[in-house]
């Protein structure tokens, strides 16, 4: 087996302008110049893109999906956050 | 193993829920995704040998733009496989290395010869078709990584299998031997095509796990008859004839009966008696071989780059 395999890079996509980031897969490469080179070529052959960034996946940090509920249960009791919470009066426009 | 990880576990896929890398999951679906998505991989990667043997030879400038637009999907196909098959914590070296090593397998159907254009008209038109009907159904496979990369290939792949319908209608409706290599085609392309779907389900040693967890979620003999359906109806559009004199319509069912696979050319072709077995394995392990440097020289020049020695 070798011993030199290229490092792992993560590839986001933005699919139009204005548009969110998206994760889209992962790709080898040397640097960085050669991930976005392979990312293009690999993720974005039909026009499935207008921006990409690649990300070394070491340096992503990921919370543990075993924690997730304790992790996440801060937001459980704040339905005040939304808002249909609020009773306000049907007359009421623009609200 | 903890059996309230197991209970969990298998109450998410119950639910229809997709499994996420850092999800805990047994060993056995692991090992079995791993199996699965790297022969998926390596099938793609080498499934561009038998197509690219044309690429020089396709007859004309449109049909030669077109194959290489499709030889190159089928790489791409191939790297999104490889990234979800790393995501269970295996490397590409590793992967690598069982393709080299024969411990991991890639369709059978790769080791058939390509020998006349046509040939490239009948893999776009059954092999991308069988290989379609496996993978629309593998869009709701229960690993997210494996799910969208099935989800985004999909996309990609119809146009194959219309490219390859194309090329087989223009010579089914072309001159006698057009007509008699499209036909020649289609023989020898129709039951390898078939044993694309592998073993009877009672056969398959991987089925009833695969099922549970919903890593498949049909068959290989569902799967199978819907390929048989459709590829019929649209033979017969073309005026060609599916080499099987078993196959009949079956009113009840409202599906095709056909003929029983020859399962020793099967096994034959799986164990390394094929055509084309060591050709493919040898292009690739010596492309590999020889790209070794690259990789080398490539790592080397981004260590000096890091180092701060710069020739830009």
């Given at each position: 087996?070798?011993?030199n395999e290229l490092p792992l890079w993560e590839v986001f996509i933005q699919p139009k302008t204005g548009a969110q980031f998206q994760h889209c897969g992962s790709v080898h490469a040397a640097d960085k110049e050669m991930a976005l080179q392979n990312a293009r070529d690999l993720y974005t052959r039909r026009q499935e893109g207008t921006c990409i960034w690649v990300v070394k996946a070491e340096h992503i940090i990921s919370s543990n999906p075993d924690d997730s509920e304790s992790f996440f249960d801060p937001a459980d009791d704040k339905v005040y956050r939304y808002p249909t919470f609020f009773k306000v009066s049907k007359k009421a426009k623009g609200l | 193993m903890s059996t309230t990880q197991e209970t969990t576990f298998q109450g998410k896929i119950d639910k229809g829920l997709k499994i996420e890398p850092r999800d805990w999951m047994p060993d056995k679906y692991r090992t079995h995704l791993i199996r699965q998505i790297s022969q998926h991989a390596h099938s793609e990667v080498i499934g561009m040998q038998p197509e690219g043997n044309w690429i020089t030879r396709a007859p004309s400038l449109r049909a030669k733009m077109v194959l290489i637009a499709k030889v190159q999907d089928e790489a791409g196909h191939g790297l999104y496989l490889y990234s979800a098959c790393e995501t269970l914590g295996i490397t590409r070296d590793e992967l690598i290395s069982q393709l080299h090593t024969g411990k991991a397998k890639y369709s059978n159907i790769f080791n058939y010869p390509t020998l006349t254009w046509a040939d490239i008209g009948a893999i776009g038109w059954l092999v991308d078709g069988a290989a379609i009907v496996n993978q629309q159904s593998l869009r709701g496979t229960s690993y997210g990584p494996y799910s969208r990369a099935m989800i985004r290939i999909c996309k990609e792949e119809s146009f194959h299998q219309r490219q390859g319908y194309e090329i087989m209608s223009k010579m089914a409706n072309g001159t006698p031997e057009q007509q008699e290599m499209a036909q020649d085609a289609l023989d020898r392309w129709w039951w390898p095509s078939l044993m694309m779907f592998g073993p009877h389900d009672l056969d398959s040693a991987h089925t009833s796990?695969?099922?549970?967890?919903?890593?498949?979620?049909?068959?290989?003999?569902?799967?199978?008859?819907?390929?048989?359906?459709?590829?019929?109806?649209?033979a017969d559009l073309i005026g060609l004839k599916i080499p099987d004199p078993d196959l009949k319509w079956n009113q009840e069912t409202r599906h095709y009966e056909f003929g029983e696979i020859d399962w020793d050319e099967f096994w034959k072709?799986?164990?390394?008696d094929g055509f084309c077995n060591k050709e493919r394995l040898n292009n690739h392990t010596t492309a590999h071989t020889k790209g070794q440097w690259v990789r080398e020289a490539a790592l080397a020049y981004a260590e000096k780059r890091n180092n701060g020695v710069n020739h830009e």
């Open positions: 087996m070798n011993n | 796990n695969a099922m549970n967890w919903k890593i498949k979620r049909e068959t290989n003999d569902e799967l199978r008859q819907l390929f048989v359906d459709r590829s019929v109806k649209q072709v799986i164990n390394g």
